[in-house]
C-alpha cells in the first residue's frame, strides 16, 4: 500500500508520544511537554501513514532554532547552516518496509530548497549497524562522535551535502517559486534566513 507523508495533527500527538516511547534504546524518550514543544516550534513535523495507520514520523528544525539538544549543539559548534533532523520513527512492525526512507525523502525534498545540509546522528550502543547502514545508503557520512552529557550515549554525527541548494540559492534566493509542490514553513512568524514562503 502506498506511504502517505503530511504535517501531524494536534490531535495525533499522544499517538506520536506512545510511537516515540515505544521505539526502545535507539530513540531518547519524551514527556507530553516535550512534544508538545516541537509541535510549537519545530520547522518540520511530519507523520507517515500506511494503510491509514500512523507507521512513523520525523522532527526536524533550522540551524538558528532555539533548541537545547547536546547534538544539536555539536552540529551547531562546527557548521553554520544546516537543517537538523532531531529524531525519526518508525513504528516496529512496519520497519523494512520503506516508512524511514518516505521520511527522509519528504525532509530533503524541504530542507533541499533552503539548506545546504542535513544533519543528524545514530546512536552507537547496541546493534545500530543497519540503522548506520541505512543513513549510508541514503547519502550521510559521519563527520565527528559525541558522547551525550548526563547518558553517556555516544552517537556517530552524521551530515549529509545537499547537492541542489547552491543551484536553488544562486537562482531563487530568498524567494521560491509559488508552487504548490513546494512545502511552506509550519508557522509564519520564522526568522531564519532560508525559510522562503514563495510569495510576495
Not at 507507521?55 to 552540529?75: C, E, K, V
Request: aromatic share 12%.
Amino acid at each position: 500500500m502506498s506511504i502517505v507523508v503530511r504535517d501531524v495533527r494536534e490531535h495525533e500527538l499522544d499517538s506520536v508520544l506512545a510511537l516515540n516511547n515505544a521505539a526502545g534504546p535507539t530513540i531518547l524518550p519524551l514527556d507530553a511537554a516535550r512534544l508538545r514543544h516541537f509541535f510549537d516550534h519545530a520547522e518540520c513535523f511530519r507523520v507517515a501513514e500506511r494503510d491509514g495507520t500512523l507507521a512513523g514520523f520525523l522532527i526536524g528544525m533550522a540551524s538558528t532554532a532555539q533548541h537545547d539538544s547536546s547534538n544539536f549543539r555539536w552540529f551547531l559548534e562546527r557548521y553554520p547552516d544546516f537543517f537538523y533532523i532531531d529524531r525519526i520513527v518508525v513504528a516496529s512492525r512496519r520497519r523494512g518496509g520503506g516508512v524511514g526512507r518516505a521520511l527522509y525523502a519528504d525532509a530533503q525534498s524541504y530542507s533541499e530548497l533552503r539548506y545546504p545540509q542535513m544533519a543528524c546522528e545514530v546512536f552507537l550502543e547496541g546493534a545500530n549497524d543497519p540503522v548506520l547502514l541505512f543513513h549510508g545508503s541514503f547519502g550521510f557520512r559521519e563527520v565527528g562522535q559525541h558522547v551525550m552529557p548526563g547518558t553517556g550515549i555516544r552517537a556517530a554525527m552524521l551530515m549529509k551535502t545537499l547537492c541542489s541548494y547552491p543551484w536553488v540559492r544562486e537562482t531563487y534566493g530568498d524567494e521560491l517559486p509559488d508552487a504548490p509542490w513546494i512545502m511552506r514553513p509550519r508557522q509564519a512568524p520564522l526568522t531564519a534566513r532560508h525559510r522562503p514562503t514563495g510569495t510576495a
